[in-house]
């Protein structure tokens, strides 16, 4: 144990000798400091190399956890350990697809790709000033701008909203109107006007990327010039550092890639003239053995999840459309899940498929898999991953490349990317040096029947601090993702808030997914929920418990 400290004490004796050789800049909530010059701009488009991420290697000396859940996705937090990380895959819900195109402006013209709803983005999130999940989608191939609601996320309904007839926002010819749409629902928004946020490409104008927002009466506002890029642009708010990025296509070498560009105000014009280099498929990014083809980045969106940024990567596997054309069935993309603690670099440790396509002809997930704005939404114990898909097949048999789009759902356990396991015998994990101000200590854990979960807080030597002994530690044998841990002999940890102190988990059979410290008994993480989901008052967990009793009405 002496030699472990003395190891850990070296290294933060490195991270402030690298510290103090590069101009200081923007401090995170995680303590990660970022550098003077951001966003960077040492990517090099010509490279297939795995992007390198900062902060892992050289972590903080002391973590700050104050904001949000604490994942196990990578090795940020933990000094030290012997369980085994698993990383978990999403489910697809039984019932997909749980909205399909039905009505005549979704079918769309008989000469033409036909039977579209289409998340390309598009957007969905919860809306808690109405307490209703909306979705924003493309009705039919290139069409109009759309709007579905739903109480649980899962049985959609097509509001008659009276302003392009139906559910329209924006009829297909509508200036306004690109082929592809990216929109932000902005629930801190002071202004109405303001919470639609809207990034289009204007048909007529190919690569002309507008920034602007919608009215609740259809209006287009705020309309500003972004700039020029390839289709299928996205943006997100990165709220650790109160910032809007676009995440841009481009070409590149190796194909289709991202550029990033940042700006704390919405709607800037030209911002993405300001944009650098960013992501790319890399080399463990395997073609598919039946293609062939080198994969390629083809989109990029990401949302605050907790106290990371959470990545939805969405990776062409091909074939070239010229292909796909002449065959009549849709191209092959699946989704692939990073994560990032400064908003740019990103950790992309498990490359399986996170929702994949299933590439069998008469499915209405064949190809062509998209991910939505806002990646995720929170639904009690559950996260929910809408997506699109293209079967290439319409109802009345007609078949084309970018033909029969539904969307889907995919479920994961909240915090559940990745688990830290004891398999058989007992096992421990040490974080790093953290503080936090909270009062009260909680995890996410799946802990059967003859398993326990027990913890102790360690001081800067790495002995226990008394009475917050393994000893002490009331075991927990219970499969919660919000669940307390409690000593005897205390009340609560207030005496150590502020103090650099360790964790140290004591697991027997069982999983850890997440631990984190709340300033009340509720289990408040005060992180982020992603795109929202019922029981929260807006996108930061300030109620805890209450949300597991608010289900979906």
Known sequence: MTKFFSLLHFGVASVLLCAAAEPAGELLHNGIRLPAEWPVKTRDPKSREVMPVPYLKAPPAVIPIDVGRQLFVDDFLIAETNLTRTFHLARKYEGNPVFKPTTPDEI??????????????????????????????????????????????????????????????????????????????????????????????????RQSHFLSTIADDGRVLNETAAGKAGDYCSFFYNPFRRVWVYSIKRGGPHGRNRSYAESPVYGQAAAFDRSVHWADAD??????????????????????????????????????????ELGLFPKFTELKIGFSRDGFHWARPDRRAFIAPTQRDGDWDRGYVHTTTGVCLVVGDQLYFPYCAYSGVAPDGHRGMYTGASVGMAVLRRDGFASMDAKGNAGTLTTRPVTFSGRQIFVNAAVPAGGELRAEVLDENGASIAPFTRENCVPVSADKTLQPIRWNGAADLAPLRGRPVRFRFHLTRGSLYAFWVSPDASGASRGYVAAGGPGYPGVIDTVGSAALAAPPR
Not at 153 to 164: C, T
Not at 176 to 194: F, I, K, M, Q, R
Not at 288 to 314: C, N, R, W
């Open 108 to 205: 769309g013209p008989a000469d033409g790709q036909r039977a579209v709803t289409y998340l390309g983005h598009g957007g969905v999130f919860y809306d808690p000033a109405a307490a209703l999940f909306k979705m924003w989608y493309t009705a039919d191939w290139r069409g109009g701008l759309a709007l579905a609601t739903s109480r649980d996320a899962i049985n959609w309904e097509r509001p008659n909203l009276g302003l392009a007839g139906g559910n329209l926002i924006l009829a297909r010819n509508s200036a306004h109107v690109g082929g592809d749409n990216s929109v932000w629902l902005d629930t801190t928004a002071t202004n109405p006007s303001e919470r639609v946020k809207f990034l289009a490409d204007h048909t007529g104008k």
């Open 283 to 324: 080399d463990l990014d395997k073609p598919d053995p039946k293609i062939g083809d080198t994969p390629q980045l083809y989109s990029l969106s990401a949302v605050a999840y907790e106290s990371i940024m959470l990545g939805a990567f969405q990776i062409l596997l091909g074939p070239r459309n010229s292909i796909c």
